[in-house]
């Protein structure tokens, strides 16, 4: 469980984050949708501790995140950030870096860490581009190494920015899937997402920012009823419910 | 028909295999050289006649020759050639800039400084010139880690910022040595570098940093590896990004600044090594650290055996020659990052921007 309470947070002299309150429970993918700037990603990193928060608290699990040292938030929550580094590492060290958090001194990987890392590759079905330098993966492929090297971390709330950026429609769907096997599994999923059809398609509630202020929070249903995605894009979201669910798409 | 898993497990083996050879060669090659390194000079001893005296035989001239003169000089350059590599590999992976070492970005002009400032108050026992140059090199390292976090600084800039910082702490120690007459002939040696002078009480102490430094480093290999790939994704796994920054820079500092208190201002070592060295082990600390140090140490003494030998009985300063050699090579790296994009600032957050394109922003193409 993350609770977000009040949190005020922003970069130099300027308050991005005007007390945001919002919950995300386990089992359920929350995704936080909003025009650009207003707040979705500075919001993660302040639920990660990489920002300083001006005021509130962030609470995970019943204990305050300021009470934890970076290696305890780490093993509760794995991060997927927007922008990444492409290190000259292989994809199979990348994935296992995914294993720090859990390493105590000297600091060195042993085959568990190697199995879980194995398994969250299989997972992302990038077993045989283990050996491949990153340098050499395409940007789709790269992404899925993140995602994997986060499945990895074996953490009980997974907070991702942007994920399916590089990923092609049919990785996004296998990715949708992938997360609501994780909530299914009793995981806090945590998203940023652009793509506001599949942030209405997986997300069990969404919480919609602007201009560092929840304008709404909600169940998929809820926001579309209130016309919340018109009001933030400027375009408007029809539904079509057939035998196999509802089916979203823009009016054009 | 192989399946691409076997195929890649058949290249991951093949990898691995010149990797070991990369290794094991260059430690049999070091050892060659740092064998010549003792046997060759104005009097030149045969291997035979070596394991003598290394076993206490031979006449008295030999062996203060070889005790006094051949085994400080070639642990000297062993150890400053060892030093500045791993501590150019450090630096260039902490800022994220292939073209960082000790010698561009001004870490050994602040060593530099501090000994001439050290000499020049009238300390010149080795641990004082060894401390001195730490503390010249830290300081030098901190305050362009700092400039660059404030400014927001590309990579070019980190590396504009170090040579503006280079030619600062030049004109400093330039200026005190004009001012101090004394001073003078030290720094004409000091500046250009070399190991012809090198006693043990000078050494000595500097090799105690150098162990430690490298020690250091050694077991934090892991960290180092996390830390490469950014802040964000470093902090997320669990690392204390910018406590650990700092003590890469001070490790680094430590083992350049200890290598410059009896080595002078030797250039281009921590530049070219760590890329000459990546090509084979790639960016793994694991495996890039021990093989920088290796192939700096045998760098530097077979530079310093040629630098001996080609005008014998006259003697080239070593710090020229590499000079002569690094040169060209900076400039050959120069012109291969043309067209590389270069405005990702050293923490690898781009200032909010549109993205274009199917590539993952940050900063891959510097370690592509």
Known sequence: ?252 | MKDKGMKNREYAEKKEYGRKFFFWGGTALCLAVAAFSLCLGNIHFSPAQLAGLLQGGGDRVSRSILIYARIPRTLAALSAGAALAVSGAVLQNVLANRLASPGIIGVNAGAGLGVTLCCGAGMLSGPAVSCAAFAGSLLTVLVIFLFSRRARASRTTVILSGVAMNSILNAVCESITVLDTDLAMLSIDFRVGGFSSVSYPRLLPALGLIALGMAGLFTLCNELDVLTLGDETAQGVGLAAGRYRMIFLALSALLAGAAVSFAGLLGFVGLIVPHFVRRFTGNESRRLLPMCAIAGAGFVTFCDLVSRLVFAPHELPVGILMSVAGGPVFLFLLLRRRGVHDSVPIDGKRKRRKRSGGEVSGDGDEHG
């Open chain 1, 1 to 252: 469980m993350v609770e977000i309470r009040n949190v005020r947070a922003g970069y130099g002299k300027s308050e991005i984050l005007h007390g945001i309150n919002l919950k995300a429970a386990p089992g359920e993918i929350t995704t936080l949708i909003g025009a650009n700037g207003s707040g979705k990603s500075t919001l993660l990193r302040a639920v990660l501790g990489f920002l300083p928060l001006w005021g509130g608290d962030v609470v995970l699990d019943g204990i305050s995140a300021k009470k934890m040292r970076r290696d305890e938030l780490s093993r509760r929550i794995a991060y997927l950030p927007q922008g990444k580094n492409v290190p000259d590492i292989t994809a199979g060290r990348m994935v296992l870096h995914g294993r720090f958090p859990y390493l105590h001194y000297p600091r060195r990987y042993g085959a568990e860490d190697m199995r879980i890392a194995g398994e969250a590759m299989d997972r992302m079905g990038i077993r045989e581009l283990a050996e491949r330098q990153m340098a050499q993966l395409s940007g789709g492929m790269r992404q899925k190494v993140y995602i994997a090297m986060a499945l990895a971390q074996q953490a009980d709330i997974i907070v991702m920015d942007e994920p399916t950026s590089y990923l092609d429609i049919g990785q996004q769907l296998k990715f949708a899937q992938m997360m609501r096997e994780l909530s299914e599994d009793g995981k806090t999923v945590l998203l940023v997402l652009h793509d506001i059809l599949l942030a209405l398609k997986i997300s069990h509630r969404i919480a919609a920012l602007e201009e560092g202020r929840i304008l709404q929070w909600g169940t998929p249903e809820e926001i579309l009823e209130a016309d919340t995605v018109s009001r933030l894009y400027g375009v408007t979201v029809k539904t079509h419910r057939t035998e196999a669910g509802t089916q979203y798409f823009y009016e054009i």
